[in-house]
């Protein structure tokens, strides 16, 4: 049988904010789709981080993480703010309102909230897959969560734009976004992820495939960043 991607977005999420804690105690995080409950008793949740991920090499050092469910309202630019850079180089919590609870941020306007304990991991070639017990977890306000299925078919459109403005203004205004200009921007011409992996992207085996979507290197065009 063939692998066909679009068979896999069928298995639709939600997406949440991932919060969590570097060890000199910078707060990092990332937008994910891939977590869902497994467990009733104890009360556990499997999450899944790319490798290349910041907050994932954070997550095995602390042993914590928060999450923020979103909601559909959610502006846009969070999740790109989370999603399309990476916490090595960029303060993501100092674009957003957020709260400390127990030591992990989470998005001051969300419709559920989780504070997680890692309790096992399995590395993959991609991907770390994280199962944790919910420590503590609440339901903030009312709203229909935002799903990766409403991301993909429609809301990606704002999140790149806002992500555009974003990095228009913050250029206009001198400030130094820190993002991709220290690197070669490599975005994938399918899903809009922006490659931001410690090994230059012209290095990556031949094989590597986009971590959102799928599909190969020759996808991926250059970008001016
Ligand atoms: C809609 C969307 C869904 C994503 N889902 C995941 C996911 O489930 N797991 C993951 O590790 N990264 C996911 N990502 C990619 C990370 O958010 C992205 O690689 C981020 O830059 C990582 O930042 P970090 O290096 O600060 O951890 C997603 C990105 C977007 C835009």
Redesign the pocket.
Same mark, same amino acid.
């Given at each position: 049988m063939p692998i066909d991607a679009d068979a896999l977005y069928s298995l639709t999420?939600g997406?949440y904010i991932?919060g969590a804690v570097d060890a000199k105690g910078r707060l990092?995080?990332?937008?994910?789709?891939?977590?869902m409950q497994v467990a009733n008793k104890p009360l556990v949740i499997a999450?899944?981080?790319?490798n290349?991920?910041?907050?994932?090499?954070?997550i095995e050092q602390s042993g914590a993480f928060s999450l923020s469910v979103m909601g559909k309202t959610v502006d846009p630019f969070v999740?790109?703010n989370? %999603?399309?850079?990476?916490?090595?180089t960029?303060d993501?919590w100092n674009n957003v309102d957020y709260k400390l609870c127990n030591g992990l941020p989470f998005l001051s306007e969300n419709i559920a909230e989780l504070h997680c304990k890692v309790l096992q991991k399995i590395i993959y070639d991609s991907?770390t897959l994280f199962t944790a017990e919910v420590t503590g977890c609440s339901k903030t306000t009312g709203g229909e969560p935002l799903t990766?299925f409403d991301?993909?078919s429609s809301f990606?459109t704002d999140?790149m734009k806002s992500f555009e403005e974003f990095k228009k203004n913050t250029q206009a205004s001198g400030k130094d976004i820190k993002m991709a200009e220290t690197k070669k921007k490599w975005v994938c011409t399918v899903? %809009?992820?922006?490659y931001?992996g410690e090994v230059p992207f012209e290095e990556l085996p031949d094989d590597y495939v986009c971590?959102?979507c799928g599909v190969g290197k020759d996808m991926f065009e250059q970008q001016d960043a």
């Open positions: 999420h997406l991932l990092v995080g990332s937008t994910v789709d891939a977590v999450l899944s981080c790319n290349n991920s910041y907050t994932k090499e954070c999740v790109a989370f %999603g399309f850079q990476s916490s090595r960029v993501k991907n990766y991301y993909r990606k999140v899903c %809009g992820y922006v931001d971590p959102l």
